[in-house]
């Protein structure tokens, strides 16, 4: 079975631009997050989804945005880029369950200039 | 606030030797679940081990294992007979019950591992 899939793989956007990044969960998984990580740092949760649900938000400000599709893929989306907004963009899936395995796609590499 | 802290940059040993990575935690819950996580130069992260607060056995995988102590809020983790594939970052997280609201993990900053030849 695929593992959790995301595109693009790698990205350069201008500063102001908006930039919208994708991720398909493993089958059967209905939970969809993400996660930003800034180069040396651990990742940082920016959002849940669940059902097409968002159940959970991080600290991060309304430029960033997402939603759940029926067939449980996701989108994030960022508005109004910032130079701080280059990091790598993690999704993960897993079983709507208690202390289930979360599991990760290889992420999206996101450089603004 | 959950809160997770490694409080080792870099790690580096030698091929076949023993190494444990320190983590510790800080959370008013009861229930909650505990992993460690591998990131190679791929950038993927890996699931190395998890543990369930409620279980006072610790969690074994193979050459990886832990050793958790609820009470000190600590989570190391041990990995005996190393290999250079395990030259990579590892991250500790900590995940409370859903009850509690999103399925979150809440990571360390990180312990750089090498294993040198």
């Known amino acids: 079975d695929a593992g959790v899939t995301q595109s693009p793989t790698h990205l350069i956007k201008t500063r102001g631009q908006h930039v919208t990044l994708r991720c398909s969960p493993i089958?059967?998984?209905?939970?969809v997050s993400w996660y930003q990580q800034v180069l040396g740092q651990g990742p940082q949760f920016i959002f849940q989804?669940?059902?097409?649900?968002?159940?959970g938000r991080g600290n991060f400000p309304d430029r960033f945005s997402a939603r759940q599709f029926p067939n449980y893929s996701s989108e994030l989306n960022v508005n109004a880029l910032l130079l701080g907004d280059s990091a790598l963009y993690l999704c993960?899936?897993?079983?709507?369950?208690?202390?289930?395995?979360?599991?990760f796609g290889e992420g999206s590499w996101l450089t603004v200039v | 606030a959950q809160t997770v802290t490694q409080s080792q940059p870099e790690m580096s040993v030698q091929e076949a030797e023993t190494v444990t990575l320190s983590c510790t935690y800080d959370?008013?819950?009861?229930?909650?679940?505990l992993f460690w996580y591998k990131q190679p130069p791929s950038r993927q992260m890996i699931l190395v081990i998890r543990?369930?607060?409620?279980?006072?056995q610790n969690a074994t995988e193979n050459r990886f294992s832990v050793n958790f102590q609820k009470a000190a809020k600590s989570f190391s983790l041990k990995i005996s007979d190393s290999q250079l594939g395990d030259t990579a970052m590892y991250f500790c997280?900590?995940?409370?019950?859903?009850?509690?609201?999103?399925?979150?993990?809440?990571f360390g900053q990180g312990t750089r591992l090498t294993i040198n030849p």
């Open positions: 993960a899936s897993s079983l709507w369950t208690d202390g289930n395995t979360i599991y």
């Open positions: 089958s059967g998984h209905k939970s």
């Open positions: 959370t008013s819950e009861s229930n909650y679940y």
């Open positions: 997280a900590f995940t409370g019950v859903i009850i509690q609201g999103a399925q979150k993990l809440v």
């Open positions: 543990q369930e607060a409620y279980k006072q």
């Open positions: 989804y669940y059902e097409k649900e968002e159940r």
